[in-house]
């Protein structure tokens, strides 16, 4: 059934802490005060699979095409790699202020890749977007260059731009909204793909085939399946959160009729949940909390992303924050002295990270970590019971982050409902939080329903290699319609 086995230490973080208080290890004297605070960050079952049927109710709204929150975004991938995959691919992957080119060459389950790092300069992020794109092509240009790409045969490109699209090709894609900064003018509502190209055109030096547009989610579940063909979901859980998964056609209503350039209807199509928006539209108001509220309403975006604020790498430090800073006005922690956890910010999710280590490796609950931190962002006169309270409340908003990702996955496998189904999963949030991949792990079991067996596997590179394998199983799919057509065409 499942994947990751990290942590086999783990159980209820508050039993573990009422146990420290009869060894007499440290004084938890507010514990069950805390407790009682903090009950409405702790999800039931219940109300997981609430959230799943709400989601699904969601997803199908948008697969309709009615105004839904989660948007269900046809990708115009319609296969996994199958392992015939060969040859020559260039990808571009452009989603901050690096961007990457990579030469990948496949042979079987074999790959080779190069790549380079370029910047982006904010001048050419603030600029036009004419001199975007022509700083993007004079950076493949060189790169093409050192790698002796420049004469080499067309080579087909996979390009990731994991900014907000709408696609209705799979060479296709206008940009809704530039994020992470970005403002380059013109560039808003254009056919992002039409502008590399005609960037490169300008040169008249570089010739390439961009024959795949993508977002990140969709290179990393193609990024696995290279390995797993059975991987039929891709989530990512880092600075935000997205899903994406294979959908059977005849259930995307919005597409009814879709034949792709080849005159064929495809069984099935990856579909881009941008699941980060579930909840928008009040869905998730049964179980949002006054934290939640709080953070929300001092983000960029108020009232958007609800289900990503709850999740992401973002949010989960500034989540745990609110609550310190509330019990610590409450009189529960730190003395009732609330400024140092006060300022905005001031507790990033690596916090939440370091601070769930010190209580799942410390046997001896020191909390030396949890201690640090704490004492390096002001805080003063700091008890061990502080610092076992503080644990106690990482540990609930990274548990119920993992819980809430736990459901969105959940569902999607009982609506694919394949007997075995590879997730493939990535994100800061899932490499390095000590013990969010074993409480997702857990938890997904326990949502399934019939006898799915299924396993997360960690990918590798999905924006960079991802990219490639998008622009590797286009170009064989093109080749066997193209000659299916032309059999087709001799009888």
Same mark, same amino acid.
């Given at each position: 059934?499942?994947?990751? !086995? ?11 802490? %009422? ?31 609430? #959230?799943?049927?709400?989601?699904? %109710? ?16 046809? *990708?115009?991938?319609?296969?996994? +790699? ?22 990948? @060459?496949?042979? !079987? @389950?074999? =790959?080779?890749?190069?790549? %380079? ?37 067309? /080579?087909? /490109? ?18 809704? =909204? &530039? ?15 039409? /502008? ?20 990140? *989610?969709?290179? =990393? ?11 039929? #979901? ?40 941008? &699941? !980060? ?13 006054? &934290? ?7 983000? #960029? ?46 507790? +990033? *999710? ?38 076992? $309270? ?26 694919? $409902? ?24 857990? @938890? ?37 319609? /193209? ?9």
């Amino acid at each position: 059934m499942s994947a990751s !086995g990290k942590c086999s230490k783990m159980r209820p973080r508050f039993e573990m802490l %009422k146990s420290m208080s009869y060894q007499n290890s440290i004084d938890v004297t507010n514990n069950e005060m805390i407790q009682e605070a903090c009950e409405r960050l702790v999800l039931s079952d219940q109300q997981l699979r609430r #959230i799943m049927v709400l989601m699904e %109710k969601s997803m199908e709204q948008g697969l309709s095409g009615k105004k839904a929150a989660v948007k269900m975004l046809p *990708t115009y991938v319609d296969a996994v +790699p199958n392992g015939t995959e060969k040859g020559d691919f260039l990808a571009l992957d452009l989603g901050g202020t690096n961007f990457r080119v990579l030469h990948i @060459k496949l042979e !079987g @389950k074999e =790959t080779k890749m190069t790549g %380079k790092i370029f910047r982006v300069p904010e001048s050419i992020m603030r600029g036009t977007g004419e001199a975007l794109f022509d700083h993007i092509a004079d950076c493949m240009a060189k790169f093409m260059e050192e790698n002796n790409l420049k004469d080499a045969t067309k /080579l087909p /490109l996979g390009f990731t731009f994991s900014f907000p699209c709408e696609q209705d090709g799979l060479t296709r894609g206008k940009l809704v =909204t &530039w994020t992470k900064g970005f403002k380059a003018s013109g560039v808003e509502g254009a056919d992002v793909v039409t /502008l590399l190209r005609d960037a490169c055109h300008r040169r008249k030096d570089i010739d390439i085939d961009v024959v795949a547009l993508l977002n990140d *989610t969709v290179g =990393t579940l193609m990024a696995c399946a290279f390995q797993e063909n059975t991987c039929q #979901i891709g989530v990512i859980v880092g600075t935000g959160t997205n899903a994406c998964y294979m959908e059977r056609l005849d259930r995307i209503p919005k597409l009814a009729g879709y034949v792709d350039e080849h005159n064929v209807t495809p069984e099935e199509m990856i579909i881009n949940t941008e &699941w !980060g928006a579930f909840g928008d539209d009040g869905a998730l108001s049964f179980l949002r909390t006054k &934290w939640d509220d709080a953070v929300d309403r001092e983000s #960029i975006n108020p009232g958007q992303h609800l289900y990503e604020k709850m999740i992401s790498g973002m949010y989960m430090g500034e989540c745990a924050r609110v609550v310190l800073e509330d019990l610590a006005k409450q009189g529960l922690l730190f003395g009732g002295h609330s400024d140092a956890i006060s300022t905005p910010h001031c507790f +990033p *999710t690596k916090f939440v990270s370091e601070i769930d280590s010190d209580l799942l490796e410390d046997d001896d609950r020191t909390f030396q970590k949890t201690y640090q931190i704490l004492e390096d962002i002001g805080v003063e006169m700091i008890t061990a019971n502080d610092c076992a $309270n503080v644990a106690y409340v990482c540990s609930l908003i990274s548990t119920r982050a993992a819980h809430l990702t736990a459901a969105g996955i959940a569902m999607l496998l009982n609506r694919i $409902n394949k007997k075995h189904v590879t997730v493939g999963v990535d994100g800061s949030v899932y490499r390095f939080h000590p013990t969010y991949p074993t409480l997702l792990d857990a @938890k997904i079991a326990e949502l399934i329903v019939g006898d799915i067996e299924y396993k997360l596997m960690l990918s590798e590179d999905g924006s960079g290699r991802g990219a490639a394998l998008v622009a590797a199983v286009a170009t064989r799919l093109k080749e066997e319609k /193209l000659a299916a057509a032309a059999t087709a065409s001799e009888r």
